[in-house]
């Protein structure tokens, strides 16, 4: 066995397994109901569509669907999607301004790798998307939690820090926040917090990344309308997605930026895997087209919208005292506050032996400081594993109390 500890580079040591990917695996355990991944719920995926189109795209286009393609992305997919941005987030772009990634956690990775190094500061919500911070953690620079409530981001206490940083001479390239349906709070930015927080990017000279996978899934509420479409000087950068309106395994988001911005992105991808997935995007752009997406979203909001419901009736009938959690206008995520001392990590190893499984609340802030919550997904599991699993929930609290 060759030693690798001194070959390996100092960023390796920075690089964390996923805690999300580690418990998927109880996803799979028998008798274990998980409500920690992620997952989009598999039944919503519009498979007879997508294999007609495929067919489509192969017999029409196969030779170029099957070719590498620019770095930018297929133009007819930059089309759809920039006509998309403008009709359903008020966004004030062309198909210039869009960069087809491999995922959105492709445009996280590469955001670390453009704008991170040591002595610069990322500005995160607290808790936030924890495969962001993975993304970011091995670019060297350090990464800040500033708290949020019901309304989101409390951008009162990141103007307070901002000016601190200024002082102490700390730069902070970009602020990253996931203003709609939060992964992992399912909590919304209120509109006048949006504006006070470009309002601040304007002040300190920072980027604003508007990380926006969730917002098409609304089941109550009103829509409020995107940082990006409130920007003024091209100081927002926007990461949608096919994952959670379409399907993860496409693996297909897009950065909407400025030409310059957009142009730091397309080298930096082009040294990570040259292009995406040139059949996918044949594949999406078609979806979008022939309005099997548009068809399908309302789909997808059904079955969601009555998962939520049921898992807050659920909580409402079956939690203790003490306990509270987030009641999301979208999304796939609610957060549950347990009893102060009742240590989510600690409680894990009892809540699998109760068959129960759920993502530890201080997995999501950058120095873990917070250690009774956690994160619970509503769109994975059937409606009989929400009914049970809330209930087991419940018991391992009391339990362990
Ligand atoms: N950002 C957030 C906030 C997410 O929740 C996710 C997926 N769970 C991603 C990015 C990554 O999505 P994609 O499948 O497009 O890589
Ligand atoms: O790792 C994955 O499968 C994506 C899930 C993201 C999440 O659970 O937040």
């Not at 601040?200 to 990006?228: C, H, M, N, Q, W």
């Not at 079955?303 to 979208?330: A, N, V």
Request: aromatic content about 8%; proline content about 5%; glycine content about 8%.
């Amino acid at each position: 066995m060759v030693d690798i500890s001194r070959l390996l580079s100092r960023r390796t040591g920075r690089m964390k397994a996923s805690e999300i990917r580690e418990l998927l695996k109880y996803a799979s355990v028998p008798g274990v109901i998980s409500f920690g991944g992620g997952l989009p719920n598999p039944e919503t995926f519009p498979v007879d569509g997508l294999v007609e189109i495929t067919e489509k795209v192969l017999r029409e286009r196969g030779k170029s669907a099957l070719q590498y393609g620019t770095t930018e992305g297929v133009d007819s997919l930059r089309d759809a999607i920039a006509r998309r941005m403008r009709d359903k987030k008020g966004m004030d772009i062309t198909k210039d301004n869009v960069i087809i990634m491999s995922g959105s956690q492709q445009a996280l990775d590469l955001l670390g790798k453009l704008f991170l190094e040591p002595g610069k500061t990322a500005i995160v919500e607290a808790p936030t998307y924890l495969a962001a911070l993975s993304a970011f953690r091995p670019y060297e620079g350090e990464i800040i939690g500033v708290e949020m409530d019901e309304n989101g981001l409390k951008t009162d206490i990141l103007e307070e820090k901002m000016k601190k940083f200024r002082n102490e001479g700390k730069f902070v390239p970009f602020i990253y926040t996931i203003p709609t349906f939060q992964n992992p709070s399912g909590v919304t930015m209120s509109l006048d917090r949006r504006k006070h927080l470009l309002e601040i990017a304007e002040d300190f000279g920072a980027l604003v990344i508007e990380d926006d996978p969730y917002g098409e899934l609304r089941y109550s509420g009103e829509d409020i309308p995107t940082l990006k479409s409130l920007d003024r000087d091209g100081r927002v950068i926007y990461f949608g997605t096919v994952s959670k309106i379409l399907a993860p395994g496409l693996r297909t988001g897009w950065v909407i930026a400025d030409k310059e911005i957009a142009w730091k992105f397309v080298i930096a991808k082009q040294a990570t895997d040259l292009c995406t997935n040139t059949l996918s995007q044949h594949i999406i752009a078609e979806a979008f087209d022939s309005g099997l997406v548009d068809s399908h979203i309302p789909e997808i909001r059904k079955m969601y919208s009555h998962k939520r419901d049921l898992m807050l009736d659920m909580l409402e009938d079956k939690m203790p005292e003490g306990t509270t959690w987030t009641k999301p206008e979208g999304g796939m995520f609610l957060w549950v506050w347990t009893p102060e001392g009742v240590d989510t990590m600690k409680m894990f190893p009892k809540a699998i032996e109760n068959g129960i499984a759920y993502v530890v609340g201080e997995a999501f802030y950058p120095d873990r400081s917070v250690k009774n919550a956690m994160r619970l997904n509503f769109t994975y599991s059937s409606d009989e594993e929400i009914k049970e699993g809330v209930g087991r929930l419940a018991k391992t609290i009391r339990e362990f109390m």
